[in-house]
């Protein structure tokens, strides 16, 4: 576990899912924390869990840049500094094909999932760089690296989080500031059923159900939870990370290693997929040829 003893970390996103798991993980690695988010009910909830000592909520919407840049105000208040800012919050955006586009969907989901990042970053080097350095980590996603997990706009911010946390490394380097990005595979949260239109309660069941259910979609037998990326992004808020920054990590459980049959015996390649037979078929198959013979 990650030693993170002493130093003040903001999550955004902080009332569900890996961001929850964050405050979890963060807490039990020393780790005072200013958690944000829109669902007031739960980030109040976290204060009565670990006591305001340890654990601070502020609301905060992270596409209002005024709440944004409060938020970190707000942690040098309550806490006194900021050493790690993870910007993490986040939904599905817009479901839109390129196609069925709108002005609307596209500036939504990219305020949510990319603007934010780059005020987040910018409002957190501000006050950093006052303090002699820190650790930022945005939370990206596989689908900046293959089509398919997500909508085309949800998938295209996440690569521009990415490429903008090699960046932004580069940059704020000189004050001793590191910045990486985090890119989770299929991990059971409340983000699918959220997506979908569903109510937080509906969607918070779905991500239990997920979490029985999805294993084997991925080499490691098992669907993601947010305590794997929580895991990863306290090593990186950590100074046993002094030497990284502007890097991207995928956590997923090995589901983007390459084509089901690369992992799974039982599964077909691409020729029988092609023939449209399953292994066992295709077994069937020889056996009648070679009594044929
Ligand atoms: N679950 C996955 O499989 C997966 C995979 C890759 C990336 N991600 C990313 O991980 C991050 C966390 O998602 P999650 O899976 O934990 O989902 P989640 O729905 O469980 O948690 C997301 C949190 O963000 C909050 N939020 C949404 N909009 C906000 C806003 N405008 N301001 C402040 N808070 C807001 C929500 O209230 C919620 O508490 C997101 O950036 C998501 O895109 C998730």
Redesign the pocket.
């Given at each position: 576990m990650a030693d993170l003893s002493g130093k003040v970390a903001v999550i955004?996103?902080?009332?569900?899912?890996?961001?929850?798991?964050g405050v979890e993980t963060f807490v039990e690695a020393g780790a005072k924390v200013i958690a944000?988010?829109?669902?007031d009910e739960?980030?109040r909830a976290l204060e009565a869990r670990f006591g305001t000592d340890k654990v601070r909520y502020i609301h905060?919407?992270?596409?209002?840049l005024a709440?944004l840049e409060a938020l970190m105000d707000g942690a040098v208040s309550h806490f006194g500094k900021i050493d790690v800012v993870w910007?993490?919050?986040?939904?599905?955006?817009t479901p839109a094909t390129v196609e069925e586009l709108d002005e609307e969907g596209y500036d939504m989901t990219m305020d949510?999932?990319l603007k934010?990042v780059f005020f987040g970053t910018k409002y957190a080097v501000e006050r950093m760089k006052e303090s002699g350095g820190g650790a930022i980590i945005n939370?990206?996603?596989?689908?900046a690296l293959e089509a398919g997990?997500?909508p085309i706009t949800?998938s295209v911010a996440?690569i521009g989080?990415a490429h903008f946390s090699r960046i932004a490394a580069a940059q704020v380097a000189k004050y001793k500031i590191r910045v990486n990005a985090?890119?989770?595979?299929?991990?059971?949260?409340?983000?699918?059923?959220?997506?979908l239109g569903m109510s937080?309660e509906v969607?918070?069941q779905m991500?239990e159900m997920l979490a029985q259910q999805g294993g084997s979609m991925q080499p490691a037998g098992r669907t993601?939870q947010?305590k794997d990326?929580a895991e990863m992004a306290a090593f990186l808020a950590s100074d046993a990370a002094e030497f990284i920054t502007g890097s991207q990590f995928t956590v997923?459980g090995g589901i983007t290693v390459g084509p089901r049959h690369s992992w799974d015996e039982t599964a077909g390649g691409p020729v029988l997929e092609a023939l449209g037979i399953t292994p066992e078929q295709a077994e069937q198959m020889a056996a009648a040829m070679q009594a044929q013979k």
């Open positions: 955004t996103g902080a009332a569900s899912g890996i961001g929850l798991a944000a988010d829109i669902q739960k980030g905060c919407d992270v596409m209002d709440e910007n993490n919050a986040g939904s599905g955006g949510l999932l934010q939370t990206s996603s596989i689908s997990w997500a949800y996440k989080v985090i890119l989770p595979g299929f991990i059971a949260t409340s983000i699918f059923g959220a997506s937080r969607a918070d991500a993601g947010g990326i997923d």
